[in-house]
């Protein structure tokens, strides 16, 4: 997920959208190889403003370690996660 200047909002959406699945606004999940992870990292560092925005990256080893619960609507049918 994401918390970005409104001027970079657009990019960064953009951005994430080719490396996982949007989820809802600012939120992504998906299955990353770790090269293509430092490469979204690497490319965010150069959209956003380091002093006043945030990507925020959750990992887990092990799928089952995961549980996902949705109340309501579901955005996007997505069964990967980071």
Not at 12 to 38: A, D
Request: glycine share 8%; with cysteine.
């Amino acid at each position: 997920m994401y918390d970005v200047g409104q001027k970079r909002v657009g990019k960064m959406l953009k951005l994430c959208r080719k490396y996982l699945n949007w989820i809802q606004n600012s939120v992504f999940e998906g299955e990353i190889s770790e090269v293509k992870l430092i490469e979204l990292k690497s490319l965010a560092s150069g959209i956003m403003d380091e002093k006043t925005d945030s990507l925020i990256i959750f990992k887990t080893r092990n799928e089952k370690w995961l549980d996902k619960e949705i109340v309501g609507k579901e955005r996007g049918e997505v069964d990967n996660f980071l």
